[in-house]
């Protein structure tokens, strides 16, 4: 027994020396691994550190992150973008940095060209009273999520773990610029904004990428971006950014400052001369005395934007509230949803008279830009303008455009409008657009057992803290537009019944009125239907007056034949399985027509209804009222002109007339002006020194093309010879006196193939 005991001892001990010597295996193994991964996190430190020590070293030879020369020198970018964020391709000794700038200024030339949707002028930011769902909903997006994973996923595959808390802050702002964009994405109607959101990214994965880490690419690629897309409008009051190139200027500083660029330089100073003399020429224009330093146009001031932000501040917690619950709700609610913050509808923007002053008997004119974006159906949309004259309304004698347009998605376009013969003094021209719209808006109502309801009251109990219901007081929820759908029920809350023979039924109310903002009015109410839930029951008659409508009725109602349409009438009838029941205001009521009388700025509506088999088997539930309005909008906006009595005013003189178009075509062509001369031409006191010549595109703006100065005195006509077909020009021809008194010619425009 004791030989036994001590075989087994002497295994038992090697089995023991055995584990031992694994465990250490496995341990130095471990160690060796760890030291290994260490080594080459410091050797890509190392050659990170002697790559940027060289790109510093040759930078006065290789500016611009590089030069194109027979190397071909390429850096894959590691950033969540992907791609290859190359510092130098093969050319002809052009510096990188000193490409983007050229590409920059032939961006700003298209920018001031009348092509592609007409001069560049950024985006209006959200107004901050709506910023904080806006928000919450691109934080919420699946979209920024999505970045957000696949930027953590990548860290972790690629054992970067300590890079995660470092740069996630600014991958946050770099995702959610990019998700911002993604789904307020109304700017990819305008070629020339896609234009520069492509050139941003570019310039990020590229220039930006090669000179920064991973933080400094995030953060200034999101900062360029909403400076060149924002900056404008929020600084057009003042008269020096007016005119400046955000795009050419960021670029410039960012590649002198990475680059030492020569180029740069050059391109900040022409940036500079041209943009003091523009604000200069502008500053007196507009009759000012000096240089001004706020423009003479209209905005929010500084304690309007104030409240604004207040009132922003305010709203955080509800819109907080309001987005988790339509994350849920999204399935069934997604149109109203989507849309609630879109820039839906008409409106009328940079409204102005074309002249700071006019003259009893010349013709004015005033001119804007009419923005129209559709949910569904296109918009028909009839602009013009009108002026008051005591209880009498006087149209415009001439509207550009004159006919009825329709718009089907997003666009801008200029109007003009002309009166003849108007009287001196200071009036108010009101320019309008007529428009066909819809609004959609839904309800969330909660339903529970009234004999269930009343023994938790009886109990003291909060019955939507009970099942854990945190939107207690939801409201109606309504796309963006001219109008806005208030609907309401008895109480949000509703007690259901078996039947309600002796009892009063819960009532739904609809209201319809003009939205805060919108300078405008309801001229005719063209739809009005009900969705209402399966099991609840709508009571017509009796001031109720609404009939049964059907998916056919609805797809019959649209505009065209898209299938966008189709599927939003689809959608209004669907459910979480169960179908919705449609009833449709009968308009050709004798009750109903006169009720719609005077119908401008508020309408109200209520019905009865019948929620008995509402419940089913569940002890509470949640349900939706959907409503669609389709209606006849007006919307307009003043502006104030000055007309001048001619016999007070000494310093008139008399415009070119009967200005004719003439041209030329063949080997060389050219278009010929002849015009009347100005009746002070040659008249000693008030004599004219000279002509100006100006023209535009159709729908573009005036450009003066007497580049050398002005035509001498006495001359009647010139000629123009960049011409090639389409000539779609306007041309007018500007007298100026000794005292730099000035006056334009009608315009003259020609059309031909």
Known sequence: MGIISNIKERIKEKISNIKERIKEKRERRRIEKRAERDRKAREKIREKIERRSRDRLNAPQNRGGGRFGARRVMRAGSGLMGGVAARTVPGAGVDTGDIFLILAILIFFLDLSGNFGGRYSGFDIIDFSNSPAIGLNILMSGVFASFIAIFIIRKLISREWESITSEILSFGLFAFVITGFLILNYWIASPKASIHFVYWILFGLTFIKSNEDDTGFYMWTSIFLLVDFFGYRLLENLVMFRYLSFLVVIT????????????????????????????????????????????????????????????????????????????????????????????????????????????????????????????????????????????????????????????????????????????????????????????????????????????????????????????????????????????????????????????????????????????????????????????????????????????????????????????????????????????????????????????????????????????????????????????????????????????????????????????????????????????????GEKDIIGYNVYRKKVDGEYELITDDGLLPNGQDNFQVYDIGPPLDYCYQVEAVDKDRNTVKSEEECFSGG
Not at 395 to 419: H, I, Q, R, Y
């Open 252 to 683: 410039a500083f960012y590649v002198y400052d990475k680059s030492k660029s020569t180029l740069a330089v050059i391109v900040l100073v022409i940036v500079t001369i041209f943009t003091l003399g523009f604000a200069y020429a502008d500053a007196v224009e507009q009759g000012a005395e000096g240089f001004p330093i706020i423009a003479n146009t209209e905005g929010p001031n500084l304690e309007q934007t104030k409240d604004a932000a207040i009132e922003g501040g305010r709203n955080i917690y509800n819109s907080w509230q309001r987005t988790l619950s339509r994350q849920i709700e999204f399935a069934i609610t997604g149109k109203v949803e989507e849309n609630q913050y879109e820039p839906l509808g008409v409106y009328l923007e940079r409204v102005q008279s074309a002249e700071p002053r006019y003259y009893e008997g010349e013709p004015v004119v005033v001119w804007g830009t009419v923005i129209a974006r559709t949910l569904n159906d296109p918009i028909n949309i009839t602009v013009g303008c009108y002026i008051k004259e005591g209880n009498k309304k006087e149209n415009a004698s001439k509207v550009d455009p004159g006919e009825k347009f329709e718009v089907f998605t997003l666009e801008e376009l200029d109007f003009a409008c002309t009166f003849n013969g108007l009287d001196a003094g200071s009036g108010t021209i009101t320019t309008f657009a007529d428009f066909n719209f819809e609004t959609l808006a839904y309800l969330k109502v909660y339903f529970i057992d009234d004999n269930r309801k009343r023994a938790m009251v009886r109990e003291d109990l909060d019955v939507l803290e009970e099942f854990d219901i945190t939107d207690d007081k939801p409201v109606s929820i309504f796309t963006n537009g001219p109008i806005e759908i208030g609907v309401e029920t008895t109480t949000s809350l509703i007690g259901v019944r078996n039947n309600y023979n002796d009892y009063p039924t819960p009532t739904l109310s609809i209201s319809l009125k003009n939205r805060g903002g919108w300078q405008g009015e309801i001229r005719n109410l063209n739809e009005l239907v009900l969705f209402l839930p399966d099991g609840a029951k709508l009571k017509t008659g009796s001031g109720c007056e609404f009939e049964d409508y059907f998916l056919e009725d609805c797809i019959a109602s649209c505009d065209d034949d898209s299938d966008k349409c189709k599927e939003t009438c689809e959608s209004l009838f669907e459910g979480r399985g169960k179908d919705y029941s449609g009833h449709s205001l009968v308009l050709s009521d004798p009750r109903v027509k006169d009720d719609l009388k005077d119908f401008e700025r508020f309408k109200f509506f209520r019905c009865k209804f019948d929620p008995s088999k509402v419940l089913e088997n569940t002890p509470i539930t949640t349900k939706f009222f959907r409503v669609k309005a389709k209606y006849d909008y007006t919307v307009e906006e003043p502006v104030t002109v000055i007309i001048g009595d001619i016999l007070d005013d000494g310093n008139r003189i008399s415009p070119p007339t009967n200005l004719k178009l003439s041209p030329q075509l063949g080997q060389n062509s050219r278009l010929v002006l002849n015009w009347d001369l100005s009746k002070d031409d040659g008249s």
